[in-house]
């Protein structure tokens, strides 16, 4: 592993967690936006954001050969399917659509500052994730970025649904 991959996770992390931290107290501080349309397209992205960052966890633990009594981050196979057959980082980019979906739904000003700063954090954590997943998968990691986008959803969800038209 890089010895500057452990020291950037660690500050994206820290970050990322105080910038959603601040978002989600502002949520229940401030009131919702005007904007009804916004509002509701945020509440979408707030529930999309729950269910990319749950199912990971089944799908790791299903089929990433997690050792007994372990987290379902220490998988020793790569795993292809479920979200991961549509995006590399399913559970980093739950984080920049909750980010997203408090701006949306408060409509303030005040959580935009630390959703952008915890979205520009969470994106570096992915390209650490993806050179340290290189490192340890090696060649099959290499193939399945080429194959599988990093963090776009409409782009993978169009590049799944060729794959498996094809199938």
């Known amino acids: 592993m890089h010895a500057a991959g452990p020291r950037l996770w660690t500050v994206c992390f820290a970050v990322f967690g105080v910038a959603m931290a601040a978002q989600l107290c502002l949520l229940f501080l401030l009131p919702t936006g005007r904007s009804s349309w916004l509002g509701g397209l945020g509440w979408g992205l707030f529930a999309l954001s729950a269910v990319l960052g749950w199912s990971p966890i089944v799908a790791l633990r299903r089929r990433g050969a997690v050792p007994k ?17 549509v995006v590399r980082h399913p559970q980093f980019l739950a ?73």
Request: aromatic content about 12%; some cysteine.
């Open 69 to 85: 009594g372990r987290s379902y981050v220490h998988t020793t196979h790569l795993v292809t399917s479920g979200p991961y057959a």
């Open 95 to 167: 984080g920049d659509l909750l980010a997203a979906a408090v701006m949306c739904i408060t409509q303030h000003w005040a959580t935009v500052l630390p959703g952008v700063v915890g979205i520009a954090a969470n994106r570096l954590s992915m390209f650490a994730a993806d050179r340290d997943l290189l490192v340890k998968f090696g060649e099959p990691y290499a193939e399945y970025m080429a194959r599988v986008p990093r963090a776009s959803l409409l782009v993978g969800s169009w590049r799944w649904l060729r794959r498996y038209r094809r199938r």
